[in-house]
């Protein structure tokens, strides 16, 4: 048999054995299963499991508002037409009661007072000459000496010269008064917020020349929607967080209508800092948590929670011989540390995807990490043995 026909042969007996071996495999389906096995587990994203947690946490109402003077102190000129000589006090400066802010000048008061009093001297020497004539009118009106007509004048010389001394000490009284007026006082203590007061202006009566924050309190004056305004009143507590830490704060009043540009009711919030030394600055927009009560919440970690479309979901577990997990659509509320609470769409008995739900989808297949490891674990004891 030549070399050729010898091979032609054995080609043809391997063609045969290839062919018995494949029609004894039952229907063919078990090399595929094999081979699609590993690949399914290739494809299974390792996940580790959690359950959601239910805990007592503090309600609370979060707001923006304004830092705002408690109150507001103006202090403006009671005297017009003087020209200011000094000023003793500018913006950020702490003042008291009484401290001389700023001195107008005195030359032209001064000589009103003196023309004012020579006009009262002048007043009360009419009047001693009306009352001497007065009084012997009344002892003449008796007899014949003097006409009764003369008489009554007399008197009433008397009573309108006592006018006229009334008239002058008032007027000269006005004048003092107006001269005391050129010091510019502090009515009550306080911090100025601002100045309008410079030498050399001449000033008109009722002109602003200091504004105050009285005592430098400073409160906040949050905007608060209608719709949470319920569940505060006054007394509530407030945080108010800062750089220096968060500054605690008490409702002092709520203003009784609401805004008609935003819809928004302005609760007032005296605040405590912590140093006494250190007051907030006015006119900041800050944030506040008005903390209003305590309740049960529902927990998950927030790396549990994927937003997709707009919404949040988690993943939960689908018990069955292949893990699975189903997408959920939940609606979140607080927050606290790493966790979210879950408002709802979600039960206390469901196992949910801790992390990588963003690689996730409705009907994904996954590994458990815990199962995984146990399986790990298993496999290495079998090799030692």
């Known amino acids: 048999m030549t070399l050729k026909r010898k091979l032609l042969l054995a080609c043809v007996g391997a063609a045969a054995l290839i062919a018995v ?28 499991l959690v359950s959601p947690q ?11 508002g304004w830092l705002a003077a408690w ?8 005297i017009g037409g003087q020209m200011i000589e000094s000023v003793n006090a500018s913006v950020g400066d702490t003042v008291a009661k009484g401290d001389v802010l700023s001195r ?36 003449l009106s008796g007899g014949s000496a003097i006409s009764q007509q003369q008489a009554a004048e007399y008197l009433s010389t008397e009573r309108k ?7 002058a000490e008032a007027q000269l009284a006005s004048a003092r008064l107006d001269l005391d ?20 202006d001449v000033v008109s009566a009722g002109e602003e020349l200091f504004r105050l924050v009285r005592d430098g309190r400073v409160e906040w004056q949050a905007e ?30 709520i203003a009784p209508s609401v805004s008609e540009s935003n819809g928004r009711v302005i609760v007032y919030v005296s605040l405590m800092p912590p140093d006494e030394t ?31 479309d707009g919404f949040s979901y988690v993943f939960a577990l689908e018990q069955g011989e292949t893990p699975t997990v189903s997408r959920i659509r939940v609606e979140t509320g607080r927050r606290q540390d790493d966790l979210v609470e879950i408002i709802s769409g979600l039960s206390a008995d469901m196992q949910i995807v801790e992390s990588g739900g963003a690689f996730l989808s409705d009907g994904s297949i996954v590994r458990i990490a815990e199962a995984t490891a146990a399986q790990d674990n298993s496999t290495d004891a079998e090799q030692d043995r």
């Not at 029609?23 to 580790?48: C, D, H, K, Y």
């Not at 239910?54 to 923006?64: D, G, H, K, M």
């Not at 006015?282 to 008005?290: A, D, L, N, P």
């Open 181 to 200: 007026h050129t010091e510019v006082v502090a009515v009550t203590g306080g911090v100025i917020s601002s100045r309008s007061a410079a030498v050399g």
């Open 104 to 139: 107008f000048s005195r030359g032209s008061l001064e000589n009103d007072i003196r023309q004012l009093e020579a006009a009262l001297e002048s007043a009360r020497a009419s009047l001693e000459l009306a009352t001497a004539d007065a009084d012997r009118a009344r002892k």
């Open 21 to 48: 071996a494949v029609l004894a495999l039952p229907n063919g389906s078990e090399a595929p299963a094999e081979a699609s096995e590993p690949a399914q587990t290739a494809a299974a994203l390792t996940v580790s």
């Open 224 to 253: 608060v929607p209608l719709n949470q305004l319920r569940n505060i009143e006054v007394g509530t507590p407030v945080s108010v967080p800062t750089p220096l830490g968060d500054m605690p704060g008490e409702v002092r009043r």
């Open 54 to 64: 239910t805990e007592v946490w503090p309600e609370s109402v979060r707001a923006n």
């Open 278 to 308: 250190v007051q907030p600055k006015t006119g900041i927009m800050i944030s506040g948590i008005f903390k209003v009560g305590e309740s049960e919440a529902l927990s998950v970690p927030s790396s549990a929670v994927v937003m997709q």
């Open 161 to 167: 010269a006592k006018a006229d001394v009334s008239s």
């Open 71 to 78: 109150q507001d102190v103006v202090i403006s000129a009671q």
